[in-house]
Every structure is written in structure tokens, then in C-alpha cells.
């Protein structure tokens, strides 16, 4: 049996498969588009993923397996729990930073609803970013930058369902950028929360 033709990591190829998602949407994505994108043939991609549905949930299945080391990577680079949560509501968007992208990579999450293989693993990034998030906020009430008492859990499902609904707004009326609004929005949410409110 013929060994698997090497030179381009996986890795490499399931970042340009986001890429060119980003450009042209699922539907418009080819295994041509992609393999021009690491100076490849169509068909070692072939080999490797076995067709375009296989290459889209090897992308999803990385994304997942990424998402909760990403998440502990914010953290060790922020010293201030709150700045690492904005961080991560900046970062999760990243790929989408024009409204067309941001369109591309939601009809993407539109077939993660409906396709079983997809959605497991859209779910789980879905839940290491919400696991992420109720963390940080109870590290941060732990440091003081959150008053004692706060509702973490109901606080973090809030912050989830913002950073969604911000990235549609922006989309939509497309004013300033969207690691600006995400920014804005986020600290919004939690100004009644933290101890310099309290104080006021």
C-alpha cells in the first residue's frame, strides 16, 4: 500500500479549508480550492479525507479538539480574569472579520444543524467555550473583579448568547469592527457585575 504523500500537515490543510471557507462559503468550497491553497493535487486530499463531507468533519472534529487548549492559552496570558474573557469574545470571532466571512462561516454553522457528524462536534466547541467563559467569571469573583454573589452560571450563558448576537448585529449594520463591538458589548454586560459598580 502507497504511503500517505507528506510535505503538508493536516493541520495546514484544515487552516486553509477555514480560509477558503471564509472566501467563498461550504458551498462554494472544492477540494481544487483547497489543495491550490497548500500547493497540493485534488487528490491527495482525496486520500487523506476521502471527500469533501470527510474534509469538513475533519476541520470540525479539529476545531473541537483545539477549542478547550485555546481557551487555557487566553488564560495564561492574561493575568486579569475579565481581560481573558474579552479576549476570548474577541478571538472567537476572528475568522469572521468582515460581514462577508462572518456570512460564510455562519452558513457553515447552518450545516453543522443538520448534519449528526457536524453538529457533534460544533456542540462541543459550544460547550468548551461555555465552560471557558463560567471559569474565567469565577475566577473572577474569586479576584474580586466580579462582586461576591454573582450568578456565574446564568452570567455565562448571557455572555455566550452576546458574543452570538453581536457578531449577527455587526453583520447586519456594519458599524465600526467587530473585536470593537464584541469588546463594548461584553464589558456592557458585565458592568453591573464587577466591584467598581458596587462602589458607585
Do not use: Y
Not at 475566577?139 to 462582586?147: D, I, S, T, Y
Not at 455587526?170 to 457585575?193: F, Q
Amino acid at each position: 500500500m502507497a504511503g500517505r504523500p507528506r510535505g503538508v500537515d493536516d493541520s495546514v490543510i484544515l487552516r486553509a479549508t477555514a480560509e477558503v471557507i471564509g472566501r467563498v462559503g461550504p458551498a462554494g468550497l472544492t477540494l481544487g480550492a483547497v489543495a491550490d491553497e497548500v500547493g497540493l493535487v485534488p487528490g491527495t486530499l482525496v486520500q487523506r479525507f476521502g471527500s469533501k463531507h470527510g474534509l469538513l468533519v475533519a476541520l470540525a472534529r479539529q476545531s473541537a479538539h483545539e477549542a478547550r487548549a485555546h481557551h487555557e492559552r487566553l488564560r495564561q496570558g492574561h493575568p486579569s480574569p475579565l481581560e481573558a474573557l474579552l479576549a476570548l469574545a474577541e478571538e472567537s470571532m476572528t475568522l469572521m472579520d468582515t460581514p462577508e466571512r462572518f456570512a460564510n462561516h455562519l452558513a457553515f454553522l447552518c450545516m453543522d444543524l443538520t448534519d449528526p457528524q457536524l453538529h457533534e462536534h460544533a456542540l462541543a466547541i459550544h460547550e468548551a467555550q461555555r465552560r471557558a467563559i463560567l471559569t474565567l467569571l469565577d475566577e473572577a469573583v474569586a479576584e474580586g473583579e466580579l462582586r461576591t454573589g454573582t450568578d456565574t452560571a446564568a452570567l455565562a450563558e448571557s455572555v455566550q448568547a452576546l458574543i452570538a448576537g453581536t457578531g449577527l448585529t455587526w453583520a447586519l449594520d456594519r458599524r465600526g469592527t467587530l473585536p470593537e463591538r464584541l469588546r463594548r458589548a461584553v464589558t456592557d454586560l458585565l458592568a453591573p457585575h464587577t466591584r467598581r459598580e458596587e462602589k458607585r
